[in-house]
T-cell receptor, first 114, second 115 residues
Framework: DGGITQSPKYLFRKEGQNVTLSCEQN?????MYWYRQDPGQGLRLIYYSQIVNDFQKGDIAEGYSVSREKKESFPLTVTSAQKNPTAFYLC?????????????FGQGTRLTVV | AQKVTQAQTEISVVEKEDVTLDCVYE???????LFWYKQPPSGELVFLIRRNSFDEQNEISGRYSWNFQKSTSSFNFTITASQVVDSAVYFCALSEVRSQGNLIFGKGTKLSVKP
């Protein structure tokens, strides 16, 4: 089945560690996105990529990094510079980067700092 | 400024009641798109509907209907005869032409439908 796979579903990180969240899609979509969701909040955009080897910062990119070496993969690294990383992270993709296309979402990764 | 407001944080209804989720947006653009997504307890967001700024026709899909009113910058969502399976968090989102597909989300409305 086509879709977006995020792994792991739950992730625990010690303070000061970097962690990488995986996002893979087999929808042949060009555009991919990372959003962060905090309790009672909407989703906020971290990074997005319209095409392989290119990506742009979203509204809350500080403390995060991404890469887009393959069309189907868009991993997110939460670095030690991110002061409050505990959150629910959602990856999404859309066929192209245009504004009119709906995005498809993965099931999310819940990151907890211990 | 871009902004999406969902003033209702939580709504609780009894099964078979009708419920309306409100969404008010702000944008300076004349061309934009509005979306509704459903987030069940499993976590992923499920696309429900897209509406462009030039199409103010209301839409009905089964028990779901959407009322888009440009004059009041609102895009409200009504569930008729609610069911327990409708329990979820519902998000309204805005996308502008210049935003390259990035979505501006409201904070969501948590709907609980009790049997």
């Amino acid at each position: 089945d086509g879709g977006i796979t995020q792994s792991p579903k739950y992730l625990f990180r010690k303070e000061g560690q970097n962690v990488t969240l995986s996002c893979e899609q087999n929808l042949n979509h060009d555009a991919m996105y990372w959003y962060r969701q905090d309790p009672g909040q909407g989703l906020r955009l971290i990074y997005y990529s319209q095409i392989v080897n290119d990506f742009q910062k979203g509204d809350i990119a500080e403390g995060y990094s991404v890469s887009r070496e393959k069309k189907e993969s868009f991993p997110l690294t939460v670095t030690s510079a991110q002061k409050n990383p505990t959150a629910f992270y959602l990856c999404a993709s859309s066929r192209t980067g245009g504004p009119r296309l709906e995005a498809f979402f993965g099931q999310g990764t819940r990151l907890t700092v211990v | 400024a871009q902004k999406v407001t969902q003033a209702q944080t939580e709504i609780s209804v009894v099964e078979k009641e009708d419920v309306t989720l409100d969404c008010v947006y702000e944008t300076r653009d004349t061309t934009y798109y509005l979306f509704w997504y459903k987030q069940p307890p499993s976590g992923e967001l499920v696309f429900l509907i897209r509406r462009n700024s030039f199409d103010e026709q209301n839409e009905i899909s089964g028990r779901y209907s959407w009322n888009f009113q440009k004059s009041t910058s609102s895009f409200n969502f009504t569930i008729t005869a609610s069911q327990v399976v409708d329990s979820a968090v519902y998000f309204c989102a805005l996308s502008e032409v210049r935003s390259q597909g990035n979505l501006i989300f409201g904070k969501g409305t948590k709907l609980s439908v009790k049997p």
